[in-house]
């Protein structure tokens, strides 16, 4: 399997299949709030994208990063979101890296959205359907947040078939800038649990594929059966 890692900026054109990568916190959080019962989220480009697109369906959960802000029901934090009933309901998300980096291959025919929490799906996934040349791209610090790359390699690693130790992995993301950052309160909306939840390897088992819905870029969580 051939695997380029990119920064958003540096995704020159459309890839065949593209993994787009945010552990702190983008990508946590979403597969948090399928574990939680949402049934579909919506990646908005802007803030008042979010606020509009809520704004015509009132049901609709708007999510942002940092701190709360009138009109949005939630933050980026996966502490904060864990105990939040979200069946059947829509998610929007805006976030910083994340959804930007979603919605820059969003033209691509198959894209991925992952983190650790589901990086085994995700490998199982890439392998299951054969996927030949796979892009990553690495949302955060213009494609060079340690633990991006550091996910990104893990799964290019586990869909290629080796047998993968995640430990220093994992590591290198917990010894990361984001990481450091959460841990010290740096980031506004925050939990203190967000940096061990973001490191909480195959929390789920799905992967998370979008896809374009009526003009919008829509997350949807797909089942990958377990490795037998």
Known sequence: MDSSFL???EVAEVPAVAVVVD???AFTVAAWAFGRGAEKIVLAGSLDEALALKARRPGWV????GPA???FDAVNSPGLLRDVDLTGRTVVQKTTAGTVGALAVKDAPLVLCAGFVVAGATARLLRDRGCGSVTYVVT????RAEEDLA?????????AGGGTDADAFLRRAAGS??????????????????????LELDRFPFAMVAAQEDSLTVLRPVAVPAAL
């Open 62 to 65: 708007a999510l942002k990063d």
């Open 140 to 143: 955060g610090e213009d494609g």
């Open 69 to 71: 802000a009138p009109g």
């Open 23 to 25: 552990v702190m916190r």
């Open 7 to 9: 920064g958003i900026d």
């Open 177 to 198: 800038r984001a990481a450091a950052e959460l841990a010290e309160g740096v980031r506004e909306g925050a939990h203190p649990d967000d940096v061990a939840l973001c």
């Open 151 to 159: 996910c990104a390699q893990y799964i290019a690693e586990r869909a």
